[in-house]
């Protein structure tokens, strides 16, 4: 059975990349394209391992990680944070809602695939 991750960015290049990569790493790859996206898809597929971007509309990458955290249901799933933010506050706020890791843009492909397997259940 393929592990799964569940990849929330609003840049569709940036999903896409994230497939890409992933997919020929052997994940199966479900995009969301806002935090509020990711929250249907995450009750939808039930991933391994969630990869989201700080800064989208509707629902940020903060807000996200705060409501997948506060779900019993969810609350354990590794969530990492990909995104062009690098200031140490973001990355604390990040790492007070929960957030499992911290990766910055642009991703090395290889990195990326390790740090999902590092967390991956």
Not at 32 to 53: N, Q, S, Y
Request: glycine fraction near 6%.
């Amino acid at each position: 059975m393929h592990k799964k991750v569940l990849t929330v960015d609003d840049s569709r290049t940036m999903r896409e990349m994230l497939r890409h990569c992933l997919a020929g790493a052997g994940f199966d790859v479900v995009t969301a394209e806002d935090g509020a996206d990711g929250i249907d898809k995450l009750k939808e597929t039930r991933p391994d391992v969630v990869i989201t971007d700080i800064n989208m509309p509707v629902m940020d990458g903060f807000e996200f990680i705060e409501s997948v955290r506060q779900s019993s249901e969810y609350n354990r799933i590794p969530i990492l944070v990909l995104t062009t933010e690098s200031a140490p506050e973001k990355k604390q706020r990040a790492q007070d809602a929960g957030a499992t890791g911290w990766i910055v843009k642009p991703f090395d492909p290889e990195k990326l695939t390790r740090a999902v397997n590092r967390v991956m259940p």
